[in-house]
């Protein structure tokens, strides 16, 4: 697919309704943020770059805040599982 098709298509599905789906983009964003926010403060060492484990951490937690907007949607919680068993398999090998 060509550059311009995938942005043909990003436009296409920030142009429609996705509010109702995932709920409102700045509340959703700002409750990930927080979410975040504090697991990073939380970590056992707060000031290491992050690792690919704690990437899939964090992807968990912004599933965590879309499923508190808009409506419910399976998909969500799939991909939390998803993101948990990738975080366990990398985290087990040290990354």
Partial sequence: MKAAMIALKASTLVASDRAKTHGDAART?????ALIDTYRKGRRDPNAPLSASDLMKEMILLKIARSE???FNS???VDMAGYAAIAGELEGRGL
């Fill in 69 to 71: 907007n808009g409506e």
């Fill in 75 to 77: 998909d969500d919680f």
């Fill in 29 to 33: 964003y700002a409750l990930a943020a």
